[in-house]
T-cell receptor, first 117, second 114 residues
Framework: AQTVTQSQPEMSVQEAETVTLSCTYDTSESDYYLFWYKQPPSRQMILVIRQEAYKQQNATENRFSVNFQKAAKSFSLKISDSQLGDAAMYFC??????????????FGGGTRLMVKP | SAVISQKPSRDICQRGTSLTIQCQVDSQVTMMFWYRQQPGQSLTLIATANQGSEATYESGFVIDKFPISRPNLTFSTLTVSNMSPEDSSIYLCSVQRGAGQPQHFGDGTRLSIL
């Protein structure tokens, strides 16, 4: 079974600065997806960014980018030019690429990001 | 991404009662899922809602406690039966359009049992 670990329960960043959230995972599969979701106090889960394991290029979405290290099984999220609206819980998630393994998401424990004005 | 409506957004229920949560999507999707998020915790998959057949439950979740329906490709319900305070959680519906697509979530239902 796959596991996802987020070793930072809480992080804080100054507005306009850059912060990196860590995520490691354990799997025996070679093909899979990785995701970062954001959950603000409103509790809605919002997809931030996704990465396919077969792609070497790191995914980027505006101020959000990832550092995907497949051999190290590491998938960190970098938030540049942090804004007050970035304050939320961030969850890293893993999903197998193969249907017979299910499409379930396996989530890490989450990192609470605080943004200081 | 799909527009996902989840109802109710929150409820306070008495011990021993049951509550049905609805998840409506604005377009047909291949897969629908139900997750539970206990207070201060991460998300755990309860089951995959299968259209026209019985849901597929994850370890630790059973149909008698969490019956699920999915009559078509845009709608699903989750019932939390015979509730106890331990069932106080946020319940979230998610949808996936097809293979290789990301999952998107509804706003969740915050359930409190007295």
């Amino acid at each position: 079974a796959q596991t996802v670990t987020q070793s930072q329960p809480e992080m804080s960043v100054q507005e306009a600065e850059t912060v990196t959230l860590s995520c490691t995972y354990d799997t025996s599969e070679s093909d899979y997806y990785l995701f970062w979701y954001k959950q603000p106090p409103s509790r809605q889960m919002i997809l931030v960014i996704r990465q396919e394991a077969y792609k070497q290029q790191n995914a980027t979405e505006n101020r959000f980018s990832v550092n995907f290290q497949k051999a190290a099984k590491s998938f960190s999220l970098k938030i540049s030019d942090s804004q007050l609206g970035d304050a939320a819980m961030y969850f890293c998630a893993y999903r197998s690429m193969w249907n017979n393994a299910g499409n379930m998401l396996t989530f890490g424990g989450g990192t609470r990001l605080m943004v200081k004005p | 991404s799909a527009v996902i409506s989840q109802k109710p957004s929150r409820d306070i229920c008495q011990r021993g009662t049951s509550l049905t949560i609805q998840c409506q999507v604005d377009s047909q999707v291949t897969m629908m899922f139900w997750y539970r998020q206990q207070p201060g915790q991460s998300l755990t998959l309860i089951a995959t809602a299968n259209q026209g057949s019985e849901a597929t439950y994850e370890s630790g979740f059973v149909i008698d406690k969490f019956p699920i329906s999915r009559p078509n490709l845009t709608f699903s319900t989750l019932t939390v039966s015979n509730m106890s305070p331990e069932d106080s959680s946020i319940y979230l519906c998610s949808v996936q359009r097809g293979a290789g697509q990301p999952q998107h979530f509804g706003d969740g239902t915050r359930l409190s049992i007295l």
